[in-house]
């Protein structure tokens, strides 16, 4: 009878610990929650919420695309993270239009990136492609 309450005591152990979440199964969340012009339509900075698991940092590239006339005006940046918390925190970071390209206005967009959020052991990769009111 104690052999076998130990087995199952031993065995409720490991699935607890095969179980528990890790820092690599914690999904990462990404929100662009702002974007302002820059400089009469050259650049766009870009506010988005992260949450992503404590101790991982890095940076996300930064795409904008606009409806202009019948073409399409395209901006590139990036926004670092220095490091995560594990709660939801703000990054801002800036895209500017190529040179020779078309000049962002307010209006809707879409803006879309992904992060590269590594430490020591595994690295994170959330994408985001959200439409936005791109304001003054």
């Given at each position: 009878?104690?052999?076998?309450?130990?087995t199952i005591a031993l065995i409720g152990l490991t699935l607890?610990?095969?179980?528990?979440?890790?820092?690599?199964?914690?999904a990462s969340s990404v929100e662009v929650t702002a974007a302002t012009l820059v400089a009469r339509g050259v650049a766009v900075d870009?506010?988005?919420t992260v949450t992503c698991p404590?101790?991982?940092?890095?940076?996300?590239?930064?795409?904008v695309r606009q409806r202009s006339?019948?073409?399409?005006?395209?901006?590139?940046?990036?926004?670092?993270?220095?490091?995560?918390t594990g709660e939801p925190q703000a990054v801002t970071g800036r895209a500017w239009v190529e040179g020779g390209g078309?000049?962002?206005?307010?209006?809707?967009?879409?803006?879309?990136?992904g992060f590269e959020l590594c430490n020591q052991d595994f690295c994170d990769?959330?994408?985001?492609?959200?439409?936005?009111?791109i304001t003054r």
């Open positions: 009878m104690r052999r076998i309450i130990t607890s610990v095969a179980l528990a979440p890790t820092p690599a199964s914690a870009i506010t988005l404590a101790g991982l940092s890095g940076a996300t590239e930064l795409i006339g019948n073409r399409v005006a395209y901006a590139g940046g990036w926004a670092p993270l220095n490091s995560c078309l000049a962002l206005n307010r209006g809707v967009a879409l803006i879309s990136g990769y959330p994408t985001f492609e959200q439409t936005v009111r």
